[in-house]
């Protein structure tokens, strides 16, 4: 099954919001061997500014690959995930991400672009709190790779 | 914001470096945390139907990992306002035999840092993160903006 070139432009609305928890944080940091402290001890984050344990830089993969299983799901974006690859990724943060904080994503499929049997697809999450305030923008490539590769 | 004066940072300097080990449990431990559960990061019979060369990192594990030495020399994680990376060579995770899985070293991921642009109007710091194992490079364009 190819990739539908009609993916391009389409939005997916955001879902159910994703509670930021302080647990999670400090699981997500040991898992990618960040130490700052800031991940760690809500008062080593509070001495930065910040209302609790802060996420690392790459936290919002979560919810932004929670908005990305949308399309990969979905039965008209003819997407095997098992030939899935990413490409690249970017973070933009508006804003730090901090525990408590209660995030939705709408995803937007910004590309679609076909790639020998395959095709590479751009993704762009606009991550925000549930009150509406800019977090972070997240931009995937994901490459579906064809058949023969 | 960083502790230290934006004035004092220079193109082309160094901000460090260091290594990262990844092996089989630091990739469980990964899937778990951020829910990434793609067989192709430990399952080796999947790895090798699809077509890799083993079971692989997450590309994400690499760029999160990566970052530590960004975030820890401006001093506040948050500092990092904008984070991107091309994946350009998979990191193969091996199992060899007769090792125990949560205590084998494994991978060495090499990461340096060197400042490759600075913005005085915004204040921003561009560095430039180099990854490589066994010297090959594994993330390309991974650049991390410091906000001072």
Known sequence: MSINPALQGRTYPAGEPYAVGREKIREFAAAVKAGHRAHYDPAAAAELGHADVVAPPTFAIIVAQRADAQLIQDPESGIDFSRVVHADQRFTHHRPIVAGDELVAELHVDQVRAMGGGAMITTRAEIATTAGDRVATAVSSLLVRGEDQ | ?148
Request: proline residues 5%.
């Open chain 2, 1 to 148: 914001m960083p502790a230290f004066p934006f004035e004092s940072l220079e193109k082309g300097q160094s901000i460090g470096a260091t290594t990262v080990r990844v092996n089989r449990a630091d990739l469980v431990r990964y899937a778990g945390a951020s829910g990434d559960f793609n067989p192709i990061h430990w399952n080796q019979r999947f790895a090798g139907e699809v077509g890799l060369p083993g079971v692989i990192a997450h590309g994400m594990f690499t760029m999160g990992a990566a970052v530590q030495l960004v975030s820890d020399w401006a001093g506040d994680p948050a500092a990092v306002i904008d984070y991107q990376t091309r994946f350009t060579k998979p990191v193969v995770v091996e199992d060899p035999a007769g090792s125990n899985p949560s205590e084998y070293a494994g991978t060495e991921i090499g990461v340096e840092g060197t400042i490759g642009a600075l913005d005085a109007e915004a204040r921003t710091a561009r560095v430039d993160l180099t990854v490589t194992v066994e010297g090959q490079k594994v993330l390309v364009k991974a650049q991390a903006l410091v906000q001072f």
